[in-house]
Every structure is written in structure tokens, then in C-alpha cells.
């Protein structure tokens, strides 16, 4: 977990910001917008744009924090001009269609198969496609989430506040809704198709 | 005695944060006698690992790259260009 004491109340030299941001800032995008090319773009944009107007920087956040927002207010845009929807699934019928996998005592509804070796899925590059795909159809909030969790260059105060999460309670819940969510999807476009794959 | 649903989430936190001891205990003697959870619990555990690799690797070349030297430098350069241009426009 990355620590945000220490940290400079005005902002960096922005010489120094692909050094010290820029694969945040590209992992970020790459999940988002599965294409490296559109990715750097986002992330240059992203750049200029701060530079603009880094004289506004109120460092109530981290500089991390403050340039992965505007990268993913960037990639919003970009998504509504390109007429991409996004992964917009009610927040409702997602906590339902979860619930569904429960019976209202807590009991499991669903069969769950065992996954034989599973790490082996990762000498497949194969596997890799699907996951990412698996992350990036994660409904938005999710997948933001996921991906910056993952990134793990933001503290669980950082991400809540730049993901608008009121608690960290809430953030585990969410975590634990992308997670079952990934383990469906992985269930179904990977370990029950494993078999049938040869080709 | 937790429902499996409780334990569900409990294994999922347990990959963000330390448990207490009370749910650690909970959560072991469930797993131990419920073969579902305990499924499901492996299975969070493979995607966590996964997770892991895929935004932490580049050794090994899988998963997603970091910014690659070439993009990084070009975007440095726009960026110094940019400086450049603010300070002839306003001299300090």
C-alpha cells in the first residue's frame, strides 16, 4: 500500500510527472479502454490538461489521486463522444441479481464447480484476455474500483474519496461484489469452456 | 454461526484487510465443514493472485505492460514543450 504522508502541499514539477505517475496513470487507461495507443493518448491529455490547470491544485488530495480523476473524467468523455455505453448497470439489480446466488437465509443457491489447477491458466495468454475482459465488463463503479485496488498505488482513504465511496465498509462490499461477479465470469468464459477449447 | 453468504464477504475482505481474530476463527470453522464456501473461497483467492500478476507484472511480460519508454518520452516531451511555451508567453 502506497503511504500519502509526507506529501508535498503544492504540486511537483511536472518534468517529473510521467516518472512518477505515468504507469498509474497507463495501467489505469490500458483497463479502461483496452488499447495501448488510445491509452497514452488519454494519459498525455491527461497530462496537458493538469498542467493547465495545476495552479488549482488544492492538495486535498494526493497529486496521484487529483490526475487519476481527471484521467477518468478523460476516458468518460471519450466514451460518450465515441457513443460507447458504458458499463452502466443499475446498482440495484446488481446487488439483486447477487443476492439471487443466496437464499434469504445466507444458504448458497448457485453449484459452485471446483476450478482443477487454475494457475496454470496462467501460462496462457489466453487467459489473460479473458480476465481483463472480465474486469473491463465489471458495471463502472466496479471496475474503477477493481482496477485502482489493484493498481495499488492509492491508499483505501485516496480511492474512496476520489470514487465518492462514503465509508470503507461500503468499499468492501463493492470489492466483494466485483469479485463474485469476476468469479462468474471466469467460471463461464474460462474454466467450463477449458475443455471444449481445443481447436 | 455465520451464514454462507456472511462468510462470502468475509473471505473477500480478508483479501483487503487483516480480519480480527474472532472472524478468522469464525471464518476457518466454516470453511472447514462447508465444501461450497470453501470452493468459493479458493476461487477468490486464484483472482486475487491473478489480479496481482496481471497489474504487477512485466517480468515475466504478461498482464498489463507499464507505459512503454518510447510513449513515456514522447509524452515527456509535449509536456516540456508545453512549459517552454508558458514561459515565453509569460516571463517570470
Not at chain 1, 463522444?81 to 447477487?98: C, G
Request: proline share 3%; net charge positive; glycine share 4%.
Amino acid at each position: 500500500m502506497t503511504s500519502t504522508e509526507g506529501r508535498p502541499a503544492t504540486i511537483s514539477d511536472p518534468a517529473t510527472w510521467v516518472a512518477q505517475h505515468g504507469d498509474a496513470l497507463f495501467r489505469y487507461a490500458l483497463m479502461k479502454m483496452r488499447d495501448s495507443s488510445q491509452a497514452e493518448d488519454m494519459v498525455q491529455e491527461t497530462f496537458l490538461a493538469a498542467l493547465k490547470a495545476r495552479h488549482n491544485f488544492s492538495g486535498q488530495s494526493s497529486e496521484k489521486t487529483w490526475l487519476i480523476g481527471i484521467l477518468k473524467h478523460k476516458i468518460i468523455d471519450h466514451f460518450r463522444k465515441h457513443k460507447r455505453e458504458q458499463n452502466s448497470d443499475d446498482i440495484e439489480t446488481l446487488s439483486e441479481q447477487l443476492d439471487q446466488q443466496f437464499s434469504p437465509r445466507g444458504h448458497w443457491e448457485i453449484t459452485l464447480t471446483h476450478w482443477q489447477d487454475p494457475d496454470r491458466a496462467h501460462e496462457n495468454e489466453a487467459f489473460w484476455k479473458v480476465f481483463s475482459a472480465c474486469i473491463t465488463h465489471l458495471p463502472d463503479h466496479l471496475a474503477d474500483l477493481f482496477i485502482l485496488r489493484e493498481i495499488k498505488e492509492l491508499s483505501t482513504e485516496e480511492i474512496c474519496k476520489l470514487l465518492d465511496i462514503s465509508t470503507t465498509n461500503n468499499m468492501w462490499v463493492m470489492l466483494s461484489r466485483a469479485r463474485m461477479r469476476l468469479r462468474n465470469c471466469l467460471d463461464s468464459r474460462w474454466f467450463n469452456q477449458d475443455n471444449r477449447k481445443v481447436r | 454461526m455465520l451464514s454462507c453468504k456472511e462468510v462470502g464477504e468475509l473471505v473477500s475482505q480478508g483479501i483487503d484487510h487483516k480480519l480480527t481474530l474472532r472472524e478468522k476463527v469464525a471464518l476457518k470453522m466454516h470453511l472447514f465443514i462447508c465444501k461450497t464456501c470453501s470452493c468459493y473461497d479458493k476461487q477468490l483467492q486464484f483472482i486475487a493472485r491473478s489480479a496481482r500478476r496481471l497489474m504487477q507484472s512485466n517480468k515475466t511480460g504478461q498482464g498489463i505492460p507499464p507505459l512503454s519508454q518510447t510513449a513515456g518520452a514522447r509524452i515527456n516531451s509535449t509536456i516540456k514543450q508545453q512549459l517552454d511555451d508558458e514561459q515565453q508567453q509569460r516571463p517570470e
